[in-house]
């Protein structure tokens, strides 16, 4: 089954995504996202000037070769680019694969080990009025998991909360836009929207938080041990991971779940993490960690120490990512949860997708292949616009993580 044409699509319904679609010549084709927020081009680059060339003439069955030949075969390895790009083509390939089985994916993965797949969504509001809306919006909904972002008072622009009512998008500007930061009002504010929460909604909801890389480690213990009350489902990303035996000084403190790892790219990222039991899930998904071919690498790993996955979902990963992840989701023995963020109306116009929503779950559908397809005279309606996540500075202007 030989790969006679490879391409990118880039569209833009709202916000940029990035799809590779791949030809084989009996007309079967596949589709991966390869969606890097703030950096699209630079993936559309490496696709286009590298790796796609590569693939044409090359037997599409042969997934593990391909990933191997992309992977090892390259000097320059992994790093957010490399490996968002050869997660597109992996997830493609998947695609076709599954097609010509005429099965869903999740039956190529091994069957599916649950009913159903438990996702969490976000509520977030500018003050703790708006935000314990938000949080019944989302239960009336029919979500049993849910993530709270609250303004913090004195902060101008805190990570998670949108303004005026609109949808949270972080990629707005031309150039970065800059937000300022304060731990101290932070630290001293989050725990009273917890137990305001646990108060209004009771004790059976999941709840979680994104600190967003903000904290240092013992910023971090702290704020896991005050929150220790109110139950946490899991506490993510509390500070920066480059350094993973920072999380030892964490664990030592607290007994509040840990989540980390939507920007990593590859196993080595999360070695330590997982093998010390550090963390309790992990948060790489597939178009930022190599696809489906090297996550399930990851996730075997994972089980291996009781550490679950729990997929980033963000709206800058596409529906043709949620739908891989979905039958990831459907199949993996240590799951632990999806985050799922709705996307607006005019992208569900370009991609059709066979996954769909129950009551505070998603199942990933029969159709063969991931069931999520690209209609590309919809797409090239919505060209490229160029959009940069933020920056972060602290109040005294020292540059911060965001
Ligand atoms: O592109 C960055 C977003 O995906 C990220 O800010 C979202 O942290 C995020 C999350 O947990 O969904
Ligand atoms: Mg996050």
Request: proline fraction near 5%.
């Given at each position: 089954m030989k790969i006679?044409?490879?391409?990118?699509?880039?569209?833009?319904?709202?916000?940029?995504?990035?799809?590779?679609?791949?030809?084989?010549?009996?007309?079967?084709?596949?589709?991966?996202?390869?969606?890097?927020?703030?950096?699209?081009?630079?993936?559309?680059?490496?696709?286009?000037?590298?790796?796609?060339?590569?693939?044409?003439?090359?037997?599409?069955?042969?997934?593990?070769?391909?990933?191997?030949?992309?992977?090892?075969?390259?000097?320059?390895?992994?790093?957010?680019?490399?490996?968002?790009?050869?997660?597109?083509?992996?997830?493609?390939?998947?695609?076709?694969?599954?097609?010509?089985?005429?099965?869903?994916?999740?039956?190529?993965?091994?069957?599916?080990?649950?009913?159903?797949?438990?996702?969490?969504?976000?509520?977030?509001?500018?003050?703790?009025?708006?935000?314990?809306?938000?949080?019944?919006?989302?239960?009336?909904?029919?979500?049993?998991?849910?993530?709270?972002?609250?303004?913090?008072?004195?902060?101008?622009?805190?990570?998670?909360?949108?303004?005026?009512?609109?949808?949270?998008?972080?990629?707005?500007?031309?150039?970065?836009?800059?937000?300022?930061?304060?731990?101290?009002?932070?630290?001293?504010?989050?725990?009273?929207?917890?137990?305001?929460?646990?108060?209004?909604?009771?004790p059976d909801v999941h709840l979680l938080h994104d600190v967003h890389h903000r904290l240092t480690p013992i910023e971090a213990a702290r704020l896991g041990k005050a929150l220790e009350p109110y139950h946490l489902f899991w506490l993510e990303d509390c500070t920066p991971a480059e350094n993973q035996e920072a999380f030892r000084l964490i664990r030592q403190h607290t007994t509040t779940p840990l989540a980390v790892g939507e920007v990593f790219n590859s196993l080595h990222d999360c070695r330590t993490l997982i093998q010390e039991q550090l963390i309790d899930y992990i948060r790489s998904t597939i178009v930022h960690a190599g696809g489906i071919t090297h996550l399930r690498r990851l996730a075997d790993f994972a089980s291996i120490y009781s550490v679950q996955t729990g997929f980033h979902g963000a709206t800058d990963l596409s529906p043709v990512c949620m739908g891989a992840a979905l039958h990831f989701d459907y199949w993996v023995p240590n799951f632990g949860i999806q985050e799922h963020m709705a996307h607006s109306d005019e992208m569900e116009s370009v991609f059709t997708r066979a996954y769909r929503f129950d009551d505070g779950h998603f199942v990933p559908g029969e159709t063969p292949g991931h069931g999520v397809d690209i209609d590309e005279a919809e797409a090239a309606k919505y060209p490229y616009k160029r959009a940069c996540l933020p920056v972060n500075r602290l109040e005294d202007g020292t540059l911060w993580n965001w």
């Amino acid at each position: 089954m030989k790969i006679t044409d490879a391409k990118v699509i880039v569209t833009c319904p709202g916000r940029n995504f990035v799809t590779v679609k791949i030809v084989t010549e009996d007309g079967l084709y596949g589709i991966g996202d390869a969606t890097l927020n703030g950096r699209e081009k630079a993936v559309v680059s490496f696709l286009e000037d590298y790796v796609l060339p590569m693939l044409i003439g090359r037997d599409a069955r042969r997934i593990e070769d391909i990933w191997q030949y992309l992977y090892r075969g390259v000097y320059w390895r992994r790093g957010p680019v490399g490996m968002t790009a050869l997660a597109g083509v992996d997830v493609a390939l998947w695609d076709i694969k599954a097609k010509a089985a005429n099965m869903p994916l999740y039956q190529l993965l091994g069957g599916r080990s649950r009913d159903r797949i438990m996702t969490y969504t976000h509520a977030n509001g500018s003050d703790l009025e708006s935000t314990l809306k938000a949080v019944e919006k989302a239960q009336a909904k029919g979500y049993k998991a849910i993530r709270i972002q609250c303004g913090v008072p004195g902060i101008d622009k805190v990570y998670g909360v949108s303004k005026g009512g609109k949808r949270y998008e972080p990629a707005d500007g031309d150039l970065p836009t800059e937000e300022s930061w304060s731990t101290h009002k932070y630290l001293n504010f989050v725990p009273s929207v917890f137990e305001a929460v646990r108060r209004e909604f009771g004790p059976d909801v999941h709840l979680l938080h994104d600190v967003h890389h903000r904290l240092t480690p013992i910023e971090a213990a702290r704020l896991g041990k005050a929150l220790e009350p109110y139950h946490l489902f899991w506490l993510e990303d509390c500070t920066p991971a480059e350094n993973q035996e920072a999380f030892r000084l964490i664990r030592q403190h607290t007994t509040t779940p840990l989540a980390v790892g939507e920007v990593f790219n590859s196993l080595h990222d999360c070695r330590t993490l997982i093998q010390e039991q550090l963390i309790d899930y992990i948060r790489s998904t597939i178009v930022h960690a190599g696809g489906i071919t090297h996550l399930r690498r990851l996730a075997d790993f994972a089980s291996i120490y009781s550490v679950q996955t729990g997929f980033h979902g963000a709206t800058d990963l596409s529906p043709v990512c949620m739908g891989a992840a979905l039958h990831f989701d459907y199949w993996v023995p240590n799951f632990g949860i999806q985050e799922h963020m709705a996307h607006s109306d005019e992208m569900e116009s370009v991609f059709t997708r066979a996954y769909r929503f129950d009551d505070g779950h998603f199942v990933p559908g029969e159709t063969p292949g991931h069931g999520v397809d690209i209609d590309e005279a919809e797409a090239a309606k919505y060209p490229y616009k160029r959009a940069c996540l933020p920056v972060n500075r602290l109040e005294d202007g020292t540059l911060w993580n965001w």
